[in-house]
């Protein structure tokens, strides 16, 4: 190769990987986490004098809420007791506010409370919007998803002539930029094949609908979305009649959907046009096989129990496999816990990449400047540190705040973090703010089974001794991670 067309990958290489490494180490770090969401919810509400929510409570739910808020009959969502929490939970979009509502009951009255602001659903939702506005950040990350496929290409480029002389190579004599670079390279080029998916899936989960454009207007003259409007709709959308008809019962409705599909674990239900007599809901749910996607759909008339269609993996048409296999790859939701241990791993080796990249670059520049270093150099350094270390230390305050605190304070609690983090790192000199945000995540995860057991009351022995497995995973990765971060900061 060229010597000016190496120069010229590995600036795309290193330029791509600065601008979306932060992004993109806050996606790792928080998707590692959120890979075991339906266990952090357990975790939570363990020691909770809670009782699941009787399902009989489910259709006066849905029809005091009508009552107070009929525009809300156009589109839903009930969520039933189970993997989502004890309690029924009604989910419903304002467009006036732009906002969705998480209606619940409390006592013999609807509670009304902003929805996925519980700490579980702050976390899923840093790792494709890093905290930013949902709508924006998902759009960026798309974009920041193509800059990550341009580092992974350039990246291949520049050093697969050296990948098998030096992949194991971890030179710990020598100097620290060089201890930096060989763990990142292995890293790189061992979790490659799984950074390539991440990418590609990233990019198309998130504005795969902006990447069809060019097709839509300049290939299928307008039409292409209405070509796939089909591959993607279990049945066709009917148009309302206006004419008024009672819902059926909820439990009834479930029993239906039940024995037309009886491998179907329901999860949720979704209420399109309720109370018309074309209105429909939609039950989703998983279908336990071998099969890469496991959910299944049944559609009933939402007043007659009439079956309107039904889909399962076999059925899917392909662009349904696609993108359900797509998101099954992309969060990890297939062979139970040895591929979700397996992709927390990966996570938190995609987060370290991306930060000892941008730690090189640092330590490159301020070796070839003068020892004030330029204030650009300064100012990297102190993004880095602070956005990195406070985006983990954010997390494990959530997880503190998750057992502690109501609500509305979770996000409070991880910005506050955030914020102080990154304040810390630009007033403090580069070293030490490292060491110490790294301290301070260190206490914030050791302090993480100490809030469970306040919150239940169970020790981590325990929970081991008891078979409480989830609160002891959680509570022994806390302990482990807490190790490695007083390590780090050590270095």
Request: glycine fraction near 8%; charged fraction near 15%; hydrophobic fraction near 50%.
């Given at each position: 190769?060229?010597?000016?067309?190496?120069?010229?990958?590995?600036?795309?290489?290193?330029?791509?990987g600065?601008?979306?490494?932060?992004?993109?180490?806050?996606?790792?770090?928080?998707?590692?986490?959120?890979?075991?969401?339906?266990?952090?919810?357990?975790?939570?509400?363990?020691?909770?004098?809670?009782?699941?929510?009787?399902?009989?409570?489910?259709?006066?739910?849905?029809?005091?809420?009508l009552?107070?808020?009929?525009?809300?009959?156009?589109?839903?969502?009930?969520?039933?007791?189970?993997?989502?929490?004890?309690?029924?939970s009604?989910?419903?979009?304002?467009?006036?506010?732009?906002?969705?509502?998480?209606?619940?009951?409390?006592?013999?009255?609807?509670?009304?409370?902003?929805?996925?602001q519980?700490?579980?659903?702050?976390i899923?939702?840093?790792?494709f919007?890093?905290?930013?506005?949902?709508?924006f950040?998902?759009?960026?990350?798309?974009?920041?998803?193509?800059?990550?496929?341009?580092?992974?290409?350039?990246?291949?480029?520049?050093?697969?002539?050296?990948?098998f002389?030096?992949?194991?190579?971890?030179?710990?004599?020598?100097?620290?930029?060089?201890?930096?670079?060989?763990a990142?390279?292995?890293?790189g080029?061992?979790?490659?094949?799984?950074?390539?998916?991440?990418?590609?899936?990233?990019?198309v989960?998130?504005?795969g609908?902006?990447?069809?454009?060019?097709?839509?207007?300049?290939?299928?003259?307008?039409?292409?979305l209405?070509?796939?409007?089909?591959?993607?709709?279990?049945?066709?959308?009917?148009?309302?009649?206006?004419?008024?008809?009672?819902?059926?019962?909820?439990?009834?409705l479930?029993?239906?959907?039940?024995?037309?599909?009886?491998?179907?674990?329901?999860?949720?239900?979704?209420?399109?046009?309720?109370?018309?007599?074309?209105?429909?809901?939609?039950?989703?749910?998983?279908?336990?096989?071998?099969?890469?996607?496991?959910?299944?759909?049944?559609?009933?008339?939402?007043?007659?129990?009439?079956?309107?269609?039904?889909?399962?993996?076999?059925?899917?048409?392909?662009?349904?496999?696609?993108?359900?296999?797509l998101q099954?790859?992309?969060?990890?939701?297939?062979?139970?816990?040895?591929?979700?241990?397996?992709?927390?791993?990966l996570?938190?080796?995609?987060?370290?990449?991306?930060?000892?990249?941008?730690l090189?670059?640092?330590?490159?520049?301020?070796?070839?400047?003068?020892?004030?270093?330029?204030?650009?150099?300064?100012?990297?350094?102190?993004?880095?540190?602070?956005?990195?270390?406070?985006?983990m230390?954010?997390?494990?305050?959530?997880?503190?705040?998750?057992?502690l605190?109501?609500?509305?304070?979770?996000?409070?609690?991880?910005?506050?973090?955030?914020?102080?983090?990154?304040?810390?790192?630009?007033?403090?000199?580069?070293?030490?703010?490292?060491?110490?945000l790294?301290?301070?995540?260190?206490?914030?995860?050791?302090?993480?089974?100490?809030?469970?057991?306040?919150?239940?009351?169970?020790?981590?022995?325990?929970?081991?001794?008891?078979?409480?497995?989830?609160?002891?995973?959680?509570?022994?990765?806390?302990?482990?991670?807490?190790?490695?971060?007083?390590?780090?900061?050590?270095i």
């Amino acid at each position: 190769m060229k010597v000016s067309t190496q120069k010229s990958f590995r600036a795309v290489h290193t330029w791509t990987g600065l601008v979306a490494g932060l992004f993109l180490f806050i996606a790792f770090y928080a998707g590692s986490v959120s890979v075991f969401v339906h266990e952090l919810m357990s975790w939570q509400q363990q020691g909770e004098l809670r009782q699941a929510t009787s399902l009989d409570r489910a259709q006066p739910l849905i029809d005091q809420f009508l009552a107070q808020t009929p525009e809300a009959a156009h589109g839903f969502s009930l969520v039933l007791p189970g993997h989502h929490g004890p309690e029924l939970s009604l989910y419903w979009y304002n467009e006036q506010s732009g906002a969705q509502q998480k209606i619940q009951w409390q006592g013999d009255e609807l509670s009304h409370a902003p929805a996925r602001q519980d700490f579980v659903s702050l976390i899923y939702d840093l790792h494709f919007t890093a905290g930013l506005p949902r709508l924006f950040g998902t759009y960026l990350f798309g974009i920041v998803c193509i800059l990550y496929g341009l580092a992974l290409v350039s990246g291949v480029v520049i050093y697969a002539p050296v990948f098998f002389k030096d992949l194991f190579a971890l030179r710990f004599g020598q100097s620290l930029k060089r201890v930096w670079q060989d763990a990142h390279n292995l890293i790189g080029v061992l979790s490659l094949p799984f950074h390539i998916l991440f990418a590609w899936s990233g990019a198309v989960l998130t504005i795969g609908f902006v990447l069809l454009a060019p097709f839509q207007f300049l290939v299928y003259d307008g039409k292409l979305l209405e070509i796939l409007e089909p591959e993607f709709e279990v049945v066709a959308h009917v148009e309302p009649t206006g004419v008024k008809v009672p819902l059926l019962p909820v439990t009834e409705l479930l029993a239906k959907a039940q024995a037309t599909l009886p491998e179907l674990e329901i999860e949720s239900l979704y209420y399109h046009d309720a109370g018309d007599q074309n209105g429909n809901v939609t039950f989703y749910g998983q279908i336990h096989s071998q099969a890469l996607t496991q959910s299944g759909v049944v559609v009933l008339n939402a007043s007659t129990a009439e079956v309107l269609g039904q889909l399962t993996p076999e059925q899917f048409r392909p662009g349904t496999t696609f993108l359900r296999g797509l998101q099954s790859l992309h969060y990890g939701n297939f062979a139970e816990y040895p591929v979700k241990w397996l992709y927390f791993l990966l996570g938190l080796a995609g987060a370290f990449l991306f930060y000892s990249g941008n730690l090189m670059w640092i330590e490159a520049r301020r070796k070839a400047g003068d020892v004030l270093q330029p204030r650009s150099i300064r100012f990297l350094t102190a993004l880095t540190n602070g956005s990195c270390i406070g985006a983990m230390a954010g997390v494990s305050g959530l997880f503190l705040a998750g057992t502690l605190l109501p609500e509305a304070l979770h996000a409070k609690v991880y910005f506050a973090l955030f914020g102080l983090a990154l304040l810390w790192a630009f007033i403090r000199p580069a070293v030490q703010a490292r060491r110490e945000l790294l301290l301070l995540t260190a206490l914030l995860t050791l302090l993480i089974p100490l809030a469970g057991y306040l919150h239940s009351g169970e020790q981590l022995l325990s929970a081991l001794l008891q078979g409480h497995w989830i609160r002891f995973g959680v509570d022994a990765t806390a302990l482990g991670m807490a190790a490695a971060f007083w390590r780090l900061s050590r270095i």
